[in-house]
Every structure is written in C-alpha cells, then in structure tokens.
C-alpha cells in the first residue's frame, strides 16, 4: 500500500506562501513533491505561531483531486 499522503520529510522543494481561508493571515509551508503538494505546515509568524486549523492543515487535497473543476462549464 503506498502512502497517498506525503511525509514531512520527503520532498523535493518547500513554498512558502500565506493561508487563503480566511483573513487571519496564518503563514503556510508547502511541501512539494513531484510537482504536487504532499505536506503543509504552519510557520512561526505572528497570526499562527507555527499552528494551523483544520482547512489550513487538510484543505489543500483539492487541488489534485479528480473531481476538481479545471476548465469552465459553460451553459445554453
């Protein structure tokens, strides 16, 4: 069985960015493998302190799922 979810420690290159959910500005830490995002985590900045919440931590699954929207739908 092969891990879908990455490994903290097992990637090719770290972005780091700020959180779009919301207006808190919590500062992410993408881990990127293969062109993918595998692994996010929080940086110490002043809104998060190295936390993050629940879409901040698991809402980026989307990005790279089969049912994700990539092209408009565009109605008669």
Known sequence: MTNKHGDSQDYDREVKSVCPYCGVGCQL???????????????????NENRLCVKGRFGFDYVHHDHRLNHTINQA
């Open 29 to 47: 830490s993408f881990k990127i493998k293969d062109d993918k995002i595998k692994y996010v985590e929080g940086i110490n900045g002043p809104a």
